[in-house]
């Protein structure tokens, strides 16, 4: 069926009236006659007004139908095709294959499948599910799940995004999505989703255990391990006594572990039991050896900065596994000294020649510099019992623009603006505070949870999504992270209590189940093919006249 999207711009037909008007005012000139008074010529001249008449009638057909198609093509026609009725799709996320909620959920997909509903897989270009793939993957994530996990490592943290794609390439269509509630496939925005999308959400089947960091404190060994439910993620430290080379750790929860000393590097090596065991994809757990040094650099204006730093920097150290060497100067430091972490608190410009020791994996930490601007803003919350923080000066916007391009947002406010940035750099990395640990700059320093944010940064949680994996290391241990999305955080535009804007975003949001074919283009190559001919019926008038006045 023909729409126009402008229909208005047909008022542009009215330019037909030019070429009328042309053809009946610009007549060919008359034969010279000789007569022998003047009268006859008024006589003539008032003949000739009295019987105008349209001359050159294909020249005016073909100048009305140029303006026409052009006026036309104005108003923006297009061609609206029903799409073809379809039962839905049923997108399925290749982690959820295998886990003993997706086997009790095969017999409602099956249904589905009979009544019509086309079975994809919920990655980038959709695509369908064999029945040979569906077959072998009914007892766990083999041969295609298995191959479009390793595929979609990057993009599994946007699943909310994804769906919005299939929203777009399914118009109309009901959508019926299984994913794991895994909170670290949700990141970004979540825009309201229409109501033909139906989400389930299934428990990950994971460990609840892991080792997540070894080391060495006097004559023992201590390891941070690892513990992740729904509602949390937990880490506790345990002491051992230290093992022999070649001896078998065994810890409540933990395959076996096995202590090397290759090439001097300690490790403890998760032993395998059988091939389907978690730990066979993970790799070795380096022991470190050396207590985590780190130095503040301050001057006198940052001097309560410092102090504060101090304070929750000794109170984190009891969560970290290896001892903390902290020490704070007024001197700036050697970069050649090459700490675990520099505290850079201070107007003035960082040496360029720290650069090579972050490569190195020295982490830098700066704050704001200068005045700053005044704002208010609440610090987004990294756990539900933590008390809010207000940011009440933060660093100007060019400060921010630079640091914010560059970096990793780690921590923000509720307006979506950072708050400390991350720049990875060889082994190490820049953090940039864009406010300061001081009371007229922010509630940070008073914050009972400070020592549980620095900690997170000296002994990363592998398993937080708001820290992109550095290493192979990194990539194995954040799938243990079993926190889950809030089930009513998925519900849809038809059973969301919004209020009347939200509501009508949702339903502009929905695609109406037609195609639609822009006209425009055909148009105007038609345009194109009656301007020439137009000109070519002109020049032979033209040439008609010349020569009958010649």
């Given at each position: 069926?023909?729409?126009?999207?402008?229909?208005?711009?047909?008022?542009?037909?009215?330019?037909?009236?030019?070429?009328?008007?042309?053809?009946?005012?610009?007549?060919?000139?008359?034969?010279?006659?000789?007569?022998?008074?003047?009268?006859?010529?008024?006589?003539?001249?008032?003949?000739?007004?009295?019987?105008?008449?349209?001359?050159?009638?294909?020249?005016?057909?073909?100048?009305?139908?140029l303006l026409a198609v052009l006026a036309v093509a104005v108003a923006g026609p297009v061609w609206r095709r029903a799409l073809p009725a379809s039962r839905g799709q049923v997108l399925l996320s290749p982690e959820v294959v295998g886990t003993p909620a997706f086997a009790a959920l095969r017999p409602t997909i099956d249904s589905l499948r009979r009544r019509g509903f086309a079975l994809r897989w919920?990655?980038?270009?959709?695509?369908?599910?064999s029945g040979a793939a569906w077959r072998a993957n009914a007892v766990g994530p083999r041969d295609s799940a298995r191959l479009l996990l390793a595929t979609e490592q990057a993009a599994?943290?946007?699943?909310?995004?994804?769906?919005?794609?299939?929203?777009g390439l399914f118009p109309g269509q009901p959508l019926r999505v299984i994913t794991s509630a895994a909170l670290r496939q949700f990141q970004g925005s979540h825009t309201p989703l229409p109501s033909n999308v139906k989400w389930q959400v299934l428990p990950a089947a994971a460990p609840e255990m892991w080792l997540q960091a070894a080391a060495f404190r006097a004559d023992s060994l201590r390891l941070l391990l690892g513990r992740s439910t729904a509602a949390q993620t937990a880490f506790r430290l345990v002491s051992v006594a230290q093992p022999r080379t070649g001896a078998l750790l065994r810890i409540a929860g933990l395959p076996a572990l096995r202590y090397e000393t290759a090439a001097d590097n300690p490790r403890l090596q998760p032993i395998s039991i059988s091939p389907d065991s978690a730990a066979e994809a993970l790799l070795p757990v380096p022991i470190r050896t050396q207590p985590l040094r780190i130095v503040i650099y301050s001057t006198a204006e940052y001097a309560a900065?410092?102090?504060?730093?101090?304070?929750?920097?000794r109170a984190a150290a009891v969560g970290l596994p290896v001892p903390l060497a902290l020490s704070a100067t007024a001197t700036p430091p050697n970069p050649a000294t090459s700490p675990d972490w520099l505290f850079w608190l201070t107007d003035a410009p960082l040496p360029a020649e720290w650069r090579g020791a972050v490569t190195k994996g020295t982490h830098v930490w700066q704050e704001a510099i200068g005045p700053g601007v005044a704002t208010k803003a609440t610090l987004t919350l990294d756990a539900a019992a933590e008390t809010?923080?207000?940011?009440?000066?933060?660093s100007p916007r060019q400060q921010d623009s630079v640091a914010t391009a560059a970096g990793f947002t780690l921590w923000a406010d509720g307006l979506g603006r950072a708050v400390l940035t991350r720049r990875g750099l060889g082994q190490g990395a820049f953090y940039q505070l864009h406010t300061r640990l001081n009371s007229a700059w922010s509630e940070l320093a008073d914050s009972p949870a400070l020592p549980a944010r620095l900690l997170t940064l000296l002994q990363p949680e592998l398993t937080n999504a708001a820290a992109p994996p550095a290493t192979p290391l990194d990539q194995a241990l954040a799938s243990y992270d079993q926190r889950a999305l809030d089930p009513a955080q998925l519900q849809t535009g038809s059973n969301l209590a919004v209020g009347r804007s939200s509501a009508k975003a949702v339903a502009s949001a929905t695609p109406p189940a037609f195609r639609l074919t822009d006209l425009r283009p055909w148009l105007v190559l038609v345009a194109g093919v009656l301007f020439c001919l137009e000109r070519l019926l002109a020049r032979r008038r033209e040439a008609r006249i010349s020569s009958a006045i010649s």
């Open positions: 069926m023909l729409t126009l999207l402008n229909p208005s711009a047909l008022l542009a037909l009215l330019g037909l009236l030019v070429p009328v008007a042309i053809h009946l005012w610009n007549r060919r000139p008359g034969r010279e006659v000789a007569v022998g008074s003047l009268r006859w010529l008024a006589a003539g001249a008032n003949r000739r007004l009295r019987n105008l008449k349209a001359e050159q009638l294909w020249l005016l057909l073909l100048r009305a139908a919920l990655v980038a270009g959709f695509p369908k599910v599994r943290s946007f699943r909310w995004a994804r769906v919005w794609q299939a929203v900065d410092a102090r504060y730093l101090q304070a929750a920097l809010s923080v207000t940011v009440l000066r933060r």
